[in-house]
């Protein structure tokens, strides 16, 4: 089989029969309940906690509190750890918090001998606050007077950043006679990952002293650093195990509560601690994907070329940094890779502090945001000189050979324009659009599309290192351990593949750890960033030839040939050159472990340190159709069409991208996180908070375009993220397309739609006209 | 893990009523749709409650003799929508009742617990007005017969008793035959969700489907209780069944009706919603009896 084949998910049968364990598959006997106590005001300070009546409560075991937690701040965002002080995440929180930033705030925990008690203790704490007037929106958070949300930043800016590109200004580019220009603000609100399995993690101390804690994570060895930063202990102290999980998304590429949990085993002695999130806690305290808001001024020339763009873009934080800035700089850059202008760029943007949910990774860090921004503007700039939206976007994006002119990433491949033409056909683009040029009537369809580009893994902004060990069994089989992390999309499947690519062993033979321990396993900084079949593939190939290598020596050894001469295919050592079968490989293997002359356990254990990086890119196309009176958009037909490199498993990639597809509908038509005017979450549940049913998908549609990518390991570049950037602003194109209506904000929801729908004169009182 | 105070399995509906009045402040549970999420959320936390899950006299559909369809009301909603009786005679609530929740819910959740909870938006409620359905209900005082016109007492309110159990609810011969009706849920989802609004049309045609011999039209979430339009009904019988008696319908109705502007939807999004609604499900309740109206 080896790479590029549908080979089966070597955890499928594990995961539908239920076999595969995930943590609280786990629990040890006599584990304890953790749940941690909320504020119910969005900024301000606690006073004082009286915890005298939950603590008389029989079954609670210990409650902390803000005022017990060491003064220590720390980081949470799973980054790769940066020696330079000034390239080093921010660290804003303690364990718990008496300055509370947002509604939903951790200020204490209680640990019982099971839920109803720790749910009990819960309503009986008292809580004395000193409450601040809510900051709700980065408008108000920079307003002269405003609170300040934490110390180190004084006027609620986190940061701000900026460039420009091209040979004059913004301004200069504008004094060109007869361009068209385009003024409008764009904004996406705040979603949720709605991964299926909670954060859960259970801590406790080992007979080694060590805090060892069980945690649904995408990123173990970056937890186990965090949890030595806010404990104040040495990293080697803490040990992470990551079993099976359901599902991250990002969310799980924040270290949210294991340093809590930690802290908590501690205080009870090392007894085992659960702390389990319900899922209204996931989506009011934990992380979602940022708020932002585009003000965007750009000019066209009449036949169709870009001439100057100028885009300020605000990033919402909420109350912590996170990931902060990183992940609105993500959404800038994409304003600056996608498209080319031919005078100037000016792009400015800021994360601001508010007291709202906190921002963090989710799928497309930032892309999804900035790429509805962009592909809005794109289609409003098409719509100002009468042009063909495809045409247009043809006409201006990103070409061939692109390199980034700050970091230098490149397209090593480049399939962009390819994926427009296959999606253009799919949907049946020209005929659509002529056919649905002049509807009347309540029911009207539409199409439309939108693009985007996507790096692959995070090199130069950010260390890529990635570690694999192999071990040889004496059948002949291999152990492969490896610090990237299975997170649902198919990892161990893949890395099982590559394996067997590289080592010329069969998959049957190959075992993938799907466990990271990270006492045992060897170092990477996770899942995220679409990086693992590229950064953690170059190291599993790296470790295989040199296990490829020692096992030749040693075969070498016991038929008395020379190494070169030999090589290692189906499990069986043959003769280089004619192919002839010489020894199995399980009689090699068993002679090194046993053999009274030399015994060997032969083992490959390499580090890659990846210094390069490429672009993906790809494109969706969709049909609409609108219900004007109601409000409804239905999606008809939906294509992405993906620029990923070789496909390492076609099968499982199709599934990465209907995942993603389903979550860019979501996106694109229900999905919201809203807040009242105390900051207090209103649909903080999966009733009110509208993740799209099943009933509510379409068929999705998947075609890819495989462009062998030099620098990948196996022709392969990123596809874990991409497949969730396009669909909203294609969706939103559509609907524009479908009634002329160019709404500017996400979710397409109906309420909204109906509003523009009667501003644009489209729905009469009494429903006159549409019956 | 849930945080009950008590839980009595009753053995019987009288053994229930007694338990009621022995426990004051307890609640009744049958499928748990409701209940056991209020007891999550804490709201009914360390709640007593009485059991009326599983008994066989409560459950199923019968045709009585005098053309009455008496519909238990520990009968679930798929076992509605499947019954037999209801797709002969009364079509309508089935296809409402099978727009609640998902398949899981529908296969738990029962048409008594829809009504009791008292709320507005329950999917079986307009239908059970426009079909002017009758609540059985028994208590230590024994048995009444409550119009369903009278049953809503408010937000979440209904007029049963502490320690009243709803036996079954009954629709008379006289209030589907010759009827067909449509009913129409709003919600932003396709399933999974408690409707925006609901709308509920039934109506008899004259022998030559060119009138409107009856109109019945019902709403959900149009007010804190489900509620009829019936000055719009009024001013509709006898008149001719066409586009413009369709568009008055989606006018008149929002002089009836009251809709709550909230963060779930605004009022003026409810009232876009009724209007076109109220048209469309006479349209199609009109066109299932054999008439049509030129769109």
């Given at each position: 089989m080896g790479v590029y084949s549908n080979f089966k998910r070597v955890d499928a049968t594990g995961k539908v029969t239920g076999e595969a364990k995930y943590t609280d598959d786990l629990l040890p006997e006599r584990c304890l309940v953790a749940k941690v106590v909320h504020s119910t005001i969005s900024n301000g300070l606690v006073k004082k906690i009286h915890t005298e009546k939950a603590a008389a409560l029989p079954g609670v075991v210990k409650i902390v509190t803000c005022f017990d937690v060491p003064d220590i701040q720390f980081p949470t965002p799973g980054h790769p750890w940066s020696v330079e002080e000034s390239h080093q995440d921010v660290s804003d929180r303690k364990l718990l918090n008496q300055r509370v930033r947002f509604y939903g705030d951790d200020i204490a925990a209680i640990v019982a001998e099971d839920e109803v008690s720790a749910a009990r203790a819960a309503a009986l704490l008292e809580v004395e606050y000193e409450e601040y007037e809510p900051i709700l929106s980065p408008a108000a958070a920079m307003a002269p007077g405003a609170s300040v949300i934490h110390q180190e930043y004084p006027g609620n800016v986190l940061k701000k950043t900026g460039f420009k590109l091209g040979d004059c200004t913004y301004a200069e580019a504008l004094k060109e006679e007869g361009l068209v220009r385009l003024r409008k603000n764009y904004e996406v609100p705040r979603v949720q990952h709605c991964h299926i399995e909670v954060p859960v993690s259970f801590a406790y101390i080992d007979v080694n002293q060590k805090i060892t804690i069980v945690s649904s994570t995408q990123i173990p060895h970056i937890v186990r650093r965090v949890v030595g930063q806010a404990l104040g202990i040495g990293w080697g102290q803490i040990r992470v195990i990551k079993p099976y999980i359901g599902g991250g998304f990002g969310n799980k590429q924040d270290v949210l509560y294991e340093p809590l949990n930690a802290f908590l085993t501690q205080q009870v002695g090392g007894?085992?601690?659960?702390?389990?999130?319900?899922?209204?806690?996931?989506?009011?305290?934990?992380?979602?994907?940022?708020?932002?808001?585009?003000?965007?001024?750009?000019?066209?020339?009449?036949?169709?070329?870009?001439?100057?763009?100028?885009?300020?873009?605000?990033?919402?934080?909420?109350?912590?940094?996170?990931?902060?800035?990183?992940?609105?700089?993500?959404?800038?850059?994409?304003?600056?890779?996608?498209?080319?202008?031919?005078?100037?760029?000016?792009?400015?943007?800021?994360?601001?502090?508010?007291?709202?949910?906190?921002?963090?990774?989710?799928?497309?860090?930032?892309?999804?945001?900035?790429?509805?921004?962009?592909?809005?503007m794109i289609d409003d700039l098409a719509a100002c000189i009468d042009m063909d939206p495809y045409e247009f976007r043809l006409k201006n994006c990103v070409k061939e050979g692109y390199e980034d002119p700050h970091n230098h990433i490149k397209f090593h491949s480049y399939g962009l324009e390819k994926c427009m033409e296959e999606g253009k056909a799919f949907i049946h683009w020209d005929e659509r659009r002529a056919e649905y040029a002049q509807q009347t009537g309540p029911i009207r369809r539409g199409v439309g599309m939108a693009i985007f580009c996507y790096k692959t893994g995070v090199h130069p902004i950010s260390?890529?290192?990635?570690?694999?060990?192999?071990?040889?069994?004496?059948?002949?089989?291999?152990?492969?351990?490896?610090?990237?992390?299975?997170?649902?999309?198919?990892?161990?499947?893949?890395?099982?593949?590559?394996?067997?690519?590289?080592?010329?062993?069969?998959?049957?033979?190959?075992?993938?750890?799907?466990?990271?321990?990270?006492?045992?396993?060897?170092?990477?900084?996770?899942?995220?960033?679409?990086?693992?079949?590229?950064?953690?593939?170059?190291?599993?190939?790296?470790?295989?030839?040199?296990?490829?290598?020692?096992?030749?020596?040693?075969?070498?050894?016991?038929?008395?040939?020379?190494?070169?001469?030999?090589?290692?295919?189906?499990?069986?050592?043959?003769?280089?050159?004619?192919g002839k079968v010489l020894r199995s490989l399980a009689e090699v293997a068993t002679e090194a472990f046993y053999s009274l002359q030399h015994s060997v356990h032969i083992t490959a254990e390499e580090t890659s340190h990846c210094k390069d990086n490429t672009f993906a890119s790809g494109a969706c196309f969709v049909e609409v159709e609108v219900d004007i009176p109601l409000g409804q958009v239905k999606v008809l037909k939906i294509v992405n069409v993906h620029d990923s490199g070789k496909l390492l498993n076609p099968q499982l990639a199709q599934a990465q991208v209907h995942g993603g597809m389903s979550m860019g509908l979501g996106y694109a038509l229900s999905e919201e996180l809203l807040y009242d005017e105390k900051g207090k979450p209103l649909n903080d549940n999966l009733l009110d908070y509208k993740l799209p049913t099943a009933m509510d998908t379409p068929d999705l549609h998947v075609i890819f375009v495989e462009e062998e990518d030099e620098s990948g390991p196996f022709g392969n570049k990123a596809l874990g993220e991409p497949p969730a950037i396009p669909v909203a602003p294609a969706i939103r194109n559509a609907v524009l397309h479908a009634t002329g209506v160019a709404v500017d904000s996400l979710p397409l929801a109906p309420q909204k739609l109906v509003r523009a729908f009667t501003e644009a004169g489209l729905i009469s009182k009494g429903g006159e006209g549409h019956v | 893990m849930y945080d009950l105070g008590s839980i009595y399995q009753a053995r019987a509906i009288e053994d229930a009523i007694r338990a009621l009045r022995e426990r004051p402040g307890s609640k009744l549970i049958n499928g748990g749709t409701d209940v056991l999420v209020q007891v999550r959320e804490g709201r009914l936390a360390g709640v007593s409650l009485v059991s009326i899950h599983n008994l066989e006299e409560l459950k199923g559909v019968r045709l009585e003799a005098d053309g009455t369809i008496v519909i238990g009301s520990g009968t679930t909603f798929s076992q509605i929508t499947g019954n037999a009786i209801i797709q002969k005679y009364i079509p309508m609530l089935g296809e409402a009742v099978d727009q609640v929740g998902g398949p899981q819910i529908r296969n738990v959740g029962t048409i008594g617990g829809n009504v009791c909870n008292g709320v507005t938006s329950a999917d079986s409620g307009s239908t059970l007005m426009v079909y002017n359905a009758v609540m059985v209900v028994q208590g230590s005082e024994g048995i009444r017969h409550i119009s369903i016109h009278d049953w809503y007492a408010g937000p979440s309110k209904t007029v049963l008793k502490p320690d009243e159990v709803l036996l079954n609810i009954q629709i008379r011969k006289e209030d589907y035959e010759g009827y067909t009706g449509q009913y129409l849920k709003y919600g932003k989802r396709q399933a999974m969700e408690i409707a925006t609004l609901g709308c509920g049309v039934l109506v008899k045609l004259s022998a030559d489907k060119e009138k409107a011999g009856d109109i019945r039209i019902a709403f959900g979430v149009a007010g804190p209780n489900p509620l009829r339009c019936r000055q719009t009904e009024e001013a509709c019988r006898q008149r001719p069944v066409n586009r413009e008696t369709a568009l008055f319908i989606s006018e008149q109705v929002l002089r009836e009706i009251k809709p709550r502007d909230s963060w779930r939807a605004s009022k003026e999004f409810r009232e876009q919603i009724a209007s076109e609604y109220a048209k469309r499900a006479f349209i199609q309740a009109v066109a299932k009896q054999g008439g049509e109206i030129d769109a």
């Amino acid at each position: 089989m080896g790479v590029y084949s549908n080979f089966k998910r070597v955890d499928a049968t594990g995961k539908v029969t239920g076999e595969a364990k995930y943590t609280d598959d786990l629990l040890p006997e006599r584990c304890l309940v953790a749940k941690v106590v909320h504020s119910t005001i969005s900024n301000g300070l606690v006073k004082k906690i009286h915890t005298e009546k939950a603590a008389a409560l029989p079954g609670v075991v210990k409650i902390v509190t803000c005022f017990d937690v060491p003064d220590i701040q720390f980081p949470t965002p799973g980054h790769p750890w940066s020696v330079e002080e000034s390239h080093q995440d921010v660290s804003d929180r303690k364990l718990l918090n008496q300055r509370v930033r947002f509604y939903g705030d951790d200020i204490a925990a209680i640990v019982a001998e099971d839920e109803v008690s720790a749910a009990r203790a819960a309503a009986l704490l008292e809580v004395e606050y000193e409450e601040y007037e809510p900051i709700l929106s980065p408008a108000a958070a920079m307003a002269p007077g405003a609170s300040v949300i934490h110390q180190e930043y004084p006027g609620n800016v986190l940061k701000k950043t900026g460039f420009k590109l091209g040979d004059c200004t913004y301004a200069e580019a504008l004094k060109e006679e007869g361009l068209v220009r385009l003024r409008k603000n764009y904004e996406v609100p705040r979603v949720q990952h709605c991964h299926i399995e909670v954060p859960v993690s259970f801590a406790y101390i080992d007979v080694n002293q060590k805090i060892t804690i069980v945690s649904s994570t995408q990123i173990p060895h970056i937890v186990r650093r965090v949890v030595g930063q806010a404990l104040g202990i040495g990293w080697g102290q803490i040990r992470v195990i990551k079993p099976y999980i359901g599902g991250g998304f990002g969310n799980k590429q924040d270290v949210l509560y294991e340093p809590l949990n930690a802290f908590l085993t501690q205080q009870v002695g090392g007894r085992p601690v659960k702390l389990e999130l319900s899922r209204e806690e996931t989506l009011a305290c934990t992380r979602m994907r940022h708020r932002m808001l585009f003000s965007v001024d750009a000019a066209v020339r009449s036949d169709g070329t870009l001439v100057a763009r100028k885009a300020e873009i605000l990033s919402d934080q909420g109350g912590y940094a996170s990931h902060g800035h990183a992940i609105v700089a993500n959404a800038a850059n994409e304003f600056k890779q996608l498209y080319h202008d031919e005078k100037a760029l000016e792009i400015d943007c800021a994360t601001v502090y508010t007291n709202l949910g906190v921002g963090g990774a989710m799928r497309g860090y930032g892309i999804p945001q900035g790429d509805f921004g962009l592909e809005a503007m794109i289609d409003d700039l098409a719509a100002c000189i009468d042009m063909d939206p495809y045409e247009f976007r043809l006409k201006n994006c990103v070409k061939e050979g692109y390199e980034d002119p700050h970091n230098h990433i490149k397209f090593h491949s480049y399939g962009l324009e390819k994926c427009m033409e296959e999606g253009k056909a799919f949907i049946h683009w020209d005929e659509r659009r002529a056919e649905y040029a002049q509807q009347t009537g309540p029911i009207r369809r539409g199409v439309g599309m939108a693009i985007f580009c996507y790096k692959t893994g995070v090199h130069p902004i950010s260390l890529e290192t990635a570690a694999c060990r192999m071990i040889l069994n004496q059948d002949g089989s291999v152990q492969v351990q490896l610090g990237a992390t299975e997170i649902g999309q198919g990892a161990d499947t893949v890395f099982t593949q590559m394996a067997a690519e590289v080592l010329g062993i069969t998959e049957d033979k190959i075992y993938v750890i799907s466990t990271q321990d990270t006492d045992v396993t060897p170092f990477d900084t996770g899942a995220y960033a679409s990086r693992q079949s590229y950064v953690s593939g170059k190291a599993l190939v790296k470790t295989g030839k040199v296990l490829v290598k020692r096992i030749l020596d040693y075969a070498g050894e016991v038929l008395a040939r020379p190494a070169e001469s030999l090589a290692l295919v189906k499990n069986q050592i043959v003769d280089k050159d004619s192919g002839k079968v010489l020894r199995s490989l399980a009689e090699v293997a068993t002679e090194a472990f046993y053999s009274l002359q030399h015994s060997v356990h032969i083992t490959a254990e390499e580090t890659s340190h990846c210094k390069d990086n490429t672009f993906a890119s790809g494109a969706c196309f969709v049909e609409v159709e609108v219900d004007i009176p109601l409000g409804q958009v239905k999606v008809l037909k939906i294509v992405n069409v993906h620029d990923s490199g070789k496909l390492l498993n076609p099968q499982l990639a199709q599934a990465q991208v209907h995942g993603g597809m389903s979550m860019g509908l979501g996106y694109a038509l229900s999905e919201e996180l809203l807040y009242d005017e105390k900051g207090k979450p209103l649909n903080d549940n999966l009733l009110d908070y509208k993740l799209p049913t099943a009933m509510d998908t379409p068929d999705l549609h998947v075609i890819f375009v495989e462009e062998e990518d030099e620098s990948g390991p196996f022709g392969n570049k990123a596809l874990g993220e991409p497949p969730a950037i396009p669909v909203a602003p294609a969706i939103r194109n559509a609907v524009l397309h479908a009634t002329g209506v160019a709404v500017d904000s996400l979710p397409l929801a109906p309420q909204k739609l109906v509003r523009a729908f009667t501003e644009a004169g489209l729905i009469s009182k009494g429903g006159e006209g549409h019956v | 893990m849930y945080d009950l105070g008590s839980i009595y399995q009753a053995r019987a509906i009288e053994d229930a009523i007694r338990a009621l009045r022995e426990r004051p402040g307890s609640k009744l549970i049958n499928g748990g749709t409701d209940v056991l999420v209020q007891v999550r959320e804490g709201r009914l936390a360390g709640v007593s409650l009485v059991s009326i899950h599983n008994l066989e006299e409560l459950k199923g559909v019968r045709l009585e003799a005098d053309g009455t369809i008496v519909i238990g009301s520990g009968t679930t909603f798929s076992q509605i929508t499947g019954n037999a009786i209801i797709q002969k005679y009364i079509p309508m609530l089935g296809e409402a009742v099978d727009q609640v929740g998902g398949p899981q819910i529908r296969n738990v959740g029962t048409i008594g617990g829809n009504v009791c909870n008292g709320v507005t938006s329950a999917d079986s409620g307009s239908t059970l007005m426009v079909y002017n359905a009758v609540m059985v209900v028994q208590g230590s005082e024994g048995i009444r017969h409550i119009s369903i016109h009278d049953w809503y007492a408010g937000p979440s309110k209904t007029v049963l008793k502490p320690d009243e159990v709803l036996l079954n609810i009954q629709i008379r011969k006289e209030d589907y035959e010759g009827y067909t009706g449509q009913y129409l849920k709003y919600g932003k989802r396709q399933a999974m969700e408690i409707a925006t609004l609901g709308c509920g049309v039934l109506v008899k045609l004259s022998a030559d489907k060119e009138k409107a011999g009856d109109i019945r039209i019902a709403f959900g979430v149009a007010g804190p209780n489900p509620l009829r339009c019936r000055q719009t009904e009024e001013a509709c019988r006898q008149r001719p069944v066409n586009r413009e008696t369709a568009l008055f319908i989606s006018e008149q109705v929002l002089r009836e009706i009251k809709p709550r502007d909230s963060w779930r939807a605004s009022k003026e999004f409810r009232e876009q919603i009724a209007s076109e609604y109220a048209k469309r499900a006479f349209i199609q309740a009109v066109a299932k009896q054999g008439g049509e109206i030129d769109a």
